[in-house]
């Protein structure tokens, strides 16, 4: 059975950052999804794990940063100039090729964890 692990959420004020790491390997398709209150789960960035091309949404773009270290299995997501707006339960999800922010292509998911940025 798939195991994946997300660390690294927690409170942050807004302008603040965070880390999410996630342990997984072995897919080719790495991606971070998100899901606020009353609202469906959203792809934040996702990544190919051979090729390194590196897919975000407009919302984070410039301020997210998805990568990988093959090395020790883990993925993450830098997160800079949080924003209210981020507040929401973060996912790692992996899935095969092609790569995308959908989040139907990822068969694989972790708990989940929380991400809270106050004003």
């Known amino acids: 059975q798939v195991q994946m692990v997300e660390s690294g959420g927690g409170s942050v004020q807004a302008g603040g950052s965070l880390r999410l790491s996630c342990a997984a390997s072995?897919?080719?398709?790495m991606g971070w999804f998100r899901q606020a209150p009353g609202k469906g789960r959203e792809g934040v960035a996702a990544?190919?794990?051979?090729?390194?091309?590196?897919y975000y949404t407009d919302s984070v773009k410039g301020r997210f940063t998805i990568s990988q270290d093959s090395a020790k299995n883990t993925l993450y997501l830098q997160m800079n100039s949080l924003k209210p707006e981020d507040t929401a339960i973060y996912y790692c999800a992996a899935g095969a090729w092609p790569c995308s922010l959908r989040y139907e292509g990822y068969p694989y998911w972790g708990q989940g964890t929380q991400v809270t940025v106050s004003s």
């Open positions: 990544i190919s794990t051979t090729g390194g091309s590196t």
């Open positions: 072995g897919y080719n398709c």
